[in-house]
């Protein structure tokens, strides 16, 4: 199967930073979601199979409904995953929480967006990740404010750790706004785990590997444990405590 760029930020802007490069071969899965009014859904989306992946999900929200994404992604295989959430209704809300980890010569390509239609609209995307060997991956995360979304608010960030010298790392948030009556905040944080934090480990008693492994351990963990399904979370853990090793 011939390999394809599966989604790009459509703007000249970023093209000099190589964010739409990625490719994957894998058949594209497909689904929508719709919240309706004054409804909860907690969608809980899993990459944990080792051979190439490719979804988009798209999700609508209602007038005072609110959608909680909680999302894994440790796949040992090349994934591609574009969310789009769209907050149709007033007073409507988004929650997005996402970890991925990126070993051997892993592609991720990840594209979160969403979009505050309605007024006072609330969104957060926090998503945290770890890349090592020679990991390669993209992640864009768009919160747009469109014309009529007077009094939202949106937060974005990104927390990546860099586990190797060899790994190839690209965040791009962007922000757009049609209002002059939103707020809006997003970072990202990129780097190596605190020597600080590495040096209080290993005083009692872990070896520098496993110092790093507990450390990206804590940063996975609340996320894990937004999954209901224990036989899940437990599986999860597992898979992830290989790949550290």
Not at 160 to 183: A, G, I, K, T, Y
């Amino acid at each position: 199967m011939d390999e394809n760029i599966f989604s790009v930020i459509p703007m000249r802007t970023w093209r000099w930073l190589g964010v739409n490069e990625l490719k994957n071969d894998a058949t594209i899965e497909e689904r929508t979601i719709d919240v309706p009014d004054g409804e909860t859904q907690h969608v809980v989306e899993i990459n944990d199979v080792d051979n190439p992946i490719a979804k988009r999900i798209r999700i609508n929200v209602g007038k005072g409904a609110r959608v909680e994404v909680t999302a894994v992604d440790i796949n040992r295989a090349d994934s591609a995953v574009e969310l789009v959430i769209d907050l149709n209704g007033d007073d409507s809300s988004a929650e997005v929480e996402s970890v991925y980890f990126g070993a051997d010569a892993r592609k991720l390509d990840l594209n979160y967006v969403i979009r505050q239609c309605g007024r006072r609209t609330d969104a957060v995307m926090n998503v945290r990740g770890a890349l090592a060997e020679r990991a390669e991956k993209n992640f864009r995360g768009t919160l747009d404010f469109q014309r009529g979304s007077k009094g939202s608010v949106g937060r974005e960030s990104e927390e990546v750790v860099l586990l190797s010298n060899d790994v190839r790392n690209r965040s791009v948030p962007l922000m757009l706004s049609h209002e002059d009556d939103v707020d809006g905040h997003h970072a990202v944080s990129i780097g190596r785990i605190d020597e600080e934090k590495l040096y209080y480990l290993e005083s009692r008693g872990l070896d520098r590997a496993q110092a790093e492994r507990l450390i990206v351990e804590a940063a996975f963990t609340p996320v894990l444990e937004r999954i209901d399904d224990e036989k899940l979370r437990a599986e999860l853990n597992e898979k992830l405590q290989r790949l550290l090793a």
